[in-house]
């Protein structure tokens, strides 16, 4: 069965540090990955997603992802984080049915 | 051009009164998603449609979860009775679907609160 895990539920970091987000998924194939922001009252934007060729990957707002399939991760980064980044992530793998299965999320506060 | 819109952004009622959610997807999407997220949880699918048709309907409690998607474009999920525990954000998404390279893309979801 298709799963995907971030096991970070808070993360907080200062801005203008680096960050990373983990998700670790399970998927019999190659999956399509996705990782989507939620800002408080709002719906899930798309950041970013990977179906094939290259493993790392870039998005909107300077997020970069990179998937492994080693490890069955698709790891989110950014370089430099900026104060409006804060808001909640989350990871989704879909598989050939077209149903997207999402992780618990990870809520990301950002210091001044 | 217009995102997925839904209708209300809000909603309170008291249990065992129905209610109801609107979505109107991207035009020329055919794939059409109702998403169940509880508080501090990821989306979770009620529901999937492709044009008008249910394709995956086995996570909706259809004791009192209905849905539609009548002429395979607006669609309409409502709850009767609610129940405490339905309190949630119900989130709409859409698809072109006719494409394994693309994304869903998300409405803002309705908030509703049973009290």
């Known amino acids: 069965a298709q799963s995907v895990t971030q096991p970070d539920i808070h993360i907080t970091v200062s801005e203008g540090a680096s960050l990373e987000l983990r998700c670790n998924y399970s998927?019999?194939?190659?999956?399509?990955l996705f990782w989507y922001v939620q800002s408080p009252g709002q719906g899930l934007q798309l950041l970013l997603k990977?179906?094939?060729?290259?493993?790392l990957v870039q998005g909107i707002k300077g997020f970069e992802a990179e998937f492994k399939r080693s490890q069955s991760s698709f790891n989110l980064r950014k370089p430099s984080v900026h104060w409006s980044d804060a808001a909640e992530y989350f990871c989704?793998?879909?598989?050939?049915?077209?149903?997207?299965?999402f992780g618990t999320g990870t809520r990301l506060k950002v210091l001044a | 051009e217009a995102g997925v819109v839904q209708s209300p952004r809000y909603k309170i009622i008291e249990k065992k009164q129905p209610v109801a959610f609107w979505c109107n997807p991207i035009s020329g999407h055919n794939t059409l998603y109702w998403y169940l997220q509880n508080l501090g949880q990821g989306p979770e699918l009620l529901i999937r449609y492709e044009n008008e048709e249910a394709v995956d309907d086995s996570q909706l409690p259809k004791d009192r979860f209905s849905a539609e998607r009548l002429k395979g474009v607006d669609s309409t999920l409502k709850i009767q009775p609610a129940e405490l525990g339905d309190s949630a954000v119900y989130l709409c998404?859409?698809?072109?679907?006719?494409?394994?390279?693309?994304?869903?893309?998300f409405g803002q979801g309705t908030r509703l609160t049973v009290v």
């Open positions: 998927y019999g194939a190659t999956p399509y």
């Open positions: 989704a793998v879909r598989g050939g049915t077209y149903k997207y299965i």
């Open positions: 990977y179906f094939s060729g290259d493993t």
């Open positions: 998404a859409s698809s072109p679907g006719d494409s394994r390279d693309t994304e869903a893309f």
